[in-house]
């Protein structure tokens, strides 16, 4: 049996799995007792607690993997891949932005040595 950590899962808590959360400033949707997230997620929050010495966290000691239907992984990968489209054209539009700035500040640079080099020889015909 091969498990994927990003499986999504669903655990029922006990109460000592929701003052554990509580006490560690974790925010999960508790519904019905339940919450849903990765089985990476579930191993990192609650690892240091599942153990023999522990309490239960999880009623009847149980992870429930969730199957996602196709559709949905489908309508997420398309939702993925339209906010990399908005975000390669944020990036785009900021790139030309940057680009902008910066012939504007050597601009800027080219012209104060300009005046600097006026003022030079403005300053040398004064003194003679």
């Known amino acids: 049996m091969k498990v994927d950590l990003n499986q ?4 029922e808590l ?9 006490k560690n400033g974790y925010s999960y949707k508790i519904e019905n007792g339940y919450i849903t997230t990765q089985l990476w997620d579930l191993m990192e929050v ?3 607690e599942m153990n023999m010495y522990s309490p239960k966290v999880f009623e009847h000691n149980i992870i429930e993997f969730i199957d996602i239907p196709q559709n949905d992984l489908e309508e997420k990968v398309k939702t993925l891949e339209r906010r990399i489209d908005t975000l390669s054209e944020t990036l785009s539009v900021q790139n030309n932005s940057i680009n902008t700035q910066a012939k504007t500040i050597r601009m800027m640079r080219d012209t104060f040595e300009t005046q600097c080099d006026t003022i030079k020889t403005l300053m040398e015909k004064f003194k003679k």
Do not use: A, P, Q, W
């Open 46 to 48: 609650f690892g240091s």
């Open 8 to 11: 999504t899962v669903r655990v």
């Open 14 to 22: 006990t109460k000592t799995g929701i003052k554990f959360l509580e």
